[in-house]
C-alpha cells in the first residue's frame, strides 16, 4: 500500500474527526452528491423509459417503415398498390426486419343513433401481428382478420366509444367514401376498444378486416358469367365490375367479342363438358384482370360456375416494415430504398410520419443533459468545499509529511484519493437511492401521469446498466479532476509555518 492510499485512509477513519468541523460538511457534500447522483439516475431512467414507450406506440401503428404507392398524398387515404409476393420475402429477409404486414386506409363516417363521427378507417389482413393491438385492447376482443369468410367486425377506440355511446356488441354502420358522389354503408358489429394514448390515433382509427377495403375500393377487377335461357337456348353474359369501368371481354371461344349475349349452341356445349367456356375480364387503366368460368354438363345439373374470386385480392394501400431494434432505422431505410423499393411506390419512416412527436423526444435528451451537469456542478461545489476544509484542517499534518520529506505531490495525492473515497460512497448511495425509488415506481406505478398530454398514464422506467456505470464513472472522473485546483492549496504550505501554528 503506498504512502498517499495509508495516510488518505488513516484521516478518513480517524476517530477524532468526530469532533472536527469538516465532519459535518463532508456528510453534507456527501449528501449531496447521494441526492444528485440518485437525481441523475432516475432523469436517465425516465427518458429512456418514456422514449421506449412513446416510440413503441408510435411504431406499433403505422411500423418503422412504410411502402406506399408514389401517388399517395393524403395520409388517411392509401391508393391501391400491387402486392408482389416476392417483394413482401424481400423485405421479411433484410437483416433486422422482425415483420412485414400489408394494410390500407380510408376515410369513412360512422354512424350510430343519432350520432356521427369521422373516422379513418384502417384495414388490416391475416399477416399482422397483433401483438401491438392486444396490447392496449380494453374491453372484448380483436376482429377476425384475415379469414375467407370476412365477418363484418369492427375495433373502436375508448375515444369513439364514449362519444358515439357504443359498447362492445353494438352494431353501426360505417360509410366508406371512395369518390365524392360515392359513399356506400356497411354495418359492422363492435367486437372491442382499445386505447394507445396516441390523440391522432384513438380519436380517429377503426380497424376492419383488409377485405372489406380492398372490395369496397373496387381496386381490382370482378369477372362473372350469367348463364340465362333465350328461346329454350342457353345463353351467356359477362359481367364486370371494379376498376376504370372501361372493360374488355375476352372469351375462350373463338369469334366472340363484347360482355355478350352468346348463345351456347348443342355442338359448343358439347366441347364445354371437357374443358370449360372462360371470360376474362379486363380494363384500360392496366388493372390485373379476373376470370371467370362456366362448364355445361348433362342435363340442368351439370352447370357449373366458378371463378378466381376478384383481383382486388392482389391490391393492398402499402406495406409496413417492423424492425428489432429502432437504432437500425437508418441503416434500414437505405437498405429498402436501395434493394426492395420498385419505382412507383415511396417509402417513409416513423419520423417523417410523426416529426412533432420525435421533436418532443429528442428535446428530452437536451434536458437530460442539462439536469446532468447541473449535478455534477453541485458535486464540483459540495466536494470542493469539503477538500479545503480537510486541507486547512489538516495543515499541522501536511507541514509535519513535508519535514519527512514527502513531496507536494504525493500530500495531494493524499487528498484527492479522500476526495475520490467521499465521491465513490455517495456515487454508490446515489446509485442505490436511484434505482431502488426506479423500482418501486416500476412495480407500483405510484406516480402517474395524464395521458392525454403525455401519451402514458404512468411514468415508465427503463433501467439499464450501461448507462448508469457511464454515468457513474463520468461523474467521478469530472469531480476528481476539478478537485485538482483546491488540492494546489497543499503546495502553498511551508512546513515551518504548520508546524509552529501546531
Known amino acids: 500500500m503506498g504512502l ?71 395520409p388517411k387515404e392509401t391508393p391501391r398498390m400491387v402486392l408482389d409476393p416476392e417483394q413482401l420475402a424481400a423485405l421479411g429477409a433484410l437483416p433486422g426486419v422482425a415483420h412485414v404486414q400489408t394494410y390500407a386506409t380510408k376515410p369513412g363516417i360512422v354512424e350510430t343513433d343519432g350520432d356521427l363521427e369521422g373516422v379513418v378507417v384502417r384495414g388490416l389482413g391475416g399477416d399482422l401481428d397483433p401483438t401491438y393491438l392486444a396490447q392496449h385492447l380494453t374491453a ?13 367486425e369492427v375495433l373502436v377506440s375508448n375515444y369513439l366509444a364514449y362519444r358515439l355511446r357504443i359498447t362492445v356488441g353494438d352494431t353501426v354502420t360505417i360509410y366508406l367514401v371512395k369518390d365524392r358522389d360515392d359513399i356506400r354503408p356497411r354495418k359492422f358489429i363492435v ?22 377495403l380492398q372490395r369496397f375500393a373496387q ?70 384482370p379476373d376470370t371467370a368460368w362456366v362448364r355445361f354438363g348433362a342435363g340442368p345439373a351439370g352447370l357449373q360456375r366458378g371463378g378466381s374470386g376478384g383481383s382486388h385480392r392482389h391490391y393492398v394501400g402499402g406495406i409496413e416494415v417492423d424492425l428489432r431494434s429502432f437504432d437500425r432505422l437508418d441503416e434500414l431505410e437505405a437498405l429498402v430504398h436501395d434493394q426492395v ?17 420525435f421533436a418532443w423526444l429528442e428535446l428530452l435528451d437536451t434536458n437530460v443533459a442539462v439536469v446532468i451537469v447541473l449535478m455534477v456542478l453541485v458535486a464540483v461545489i459540495n466536494m470542493t ?42 456515487i454508490l448511495g446515489g446509485d ?36 448508469i456505470l457511464l454515468l457513474n464513472a463520468g461523474t467521478l472522473v469530472v469531480c476528481v479532476s476539478a478537485l485538482v485546483l483546491p488540492s494546489l492549496l497543499v503546495t502553498r504550505i511551508a512546513p515551518a509555518r504548520a508546524i509552529r501554528f501546531d
Not at 341 to 352: A, F, H, I, S
Open 432 to 467: 442505490a437511492l436511484g434505482i431502488l425509488l426506479a423500482l418501486v415506481q416500476r412495480w407500483t406505478g405510484w406516480v402517474r401521469l395524464p395521458v392525454e398530454s403525455y401519451y402514458v398514464d404512468v411514468v415508465p422506467v427503463d433501467l439499464d446498466l450501461a448507462p
Open 341 to 357: 423499393m420498385r419505382p412507383d411506390q415511396r417509402l417513409t419512416t416513423v419520423r417523417e410520419r410523426s416529426p412533432e412527436i
Open 385 to 426: 468545499s469539503a477538500l479545503l476544509l480537510i486541507i486547512l484542517e489538516r495543515t499541522p499534518m501536511i507541514g509535519v509529511l513535508k519535514a519527512l520529506g514527502a513531496t507536494n505531490g504525493q500530500v495531494r495525492r493524499i487528498f484527492l484519493l479522500d476526495g475520490a473515497y467521499i465521491l465513490g460512497i455517495g
Open 219 to 288: 381496386w381490382g377487377l370482378t369477372a362473372e358469367v350469367l348463364v340465362d335461357t333465350v328461346g329454350g337456348n342457353p345463353t351467356v353474359e359477362g359481367l364486370a365490375f371494379g376498376g376504370d369501368a372501361h372493360h374488355t371481354f375476352e372469351w375462350s371461344v373463338a369469334g366472340w367479342s363484347g360482355p355478350g349475349p352468346h348463345p351456347v349452341d348443342a355442338a359448343l356445349r358439347a366441347r364445354m363438358q371437357d374443358r370449360p367456356l372462360t371470360l376474362v375480364v379486363a380494363d384500360a387503366a392496366g388493372t390485373l
Open 4 to 74: 498517499a492510499t495509508f495516510v488518505a485512509r488513516r484521516i478518513l477513519a480517524d476517530p477524532e474527526r468526530q469532533d472536527r468541523l469538516s465532519r459535518p460538511i463532508v456528510l453534507i457534500a456527501m449528501a449531496g452528491i447521494v441526492l444528485g447522483m440518485a437525481v441523475m439516475v432516475l432523469t436517465v431512467g425516465i427518458t429512456r423509459g418514456f422514449q421506449r414507450e412513446i416510440r413503441a406506440k408510435v411504431v406499433g401503428v403505422g411500423g418503422h417503415l412504410q411502402l406506399t404507392a408514389i401517388e399517395q398524398n393524403d
Open 140 to 152: 372484448g376482443r380483436l376482429p377476425v382478420l384475415g379469414a375467407a369468410e370476412r365477418p363484418n
Open 191 to 212: 367486437t372491442g376498444t382499445y386505447r394507445t394514448g396516441l390523440e391522432q390515433v384513438d380519436q380517429q382509427v377503426v380497424v376492419v378486416d383488409l377485405g372489406h
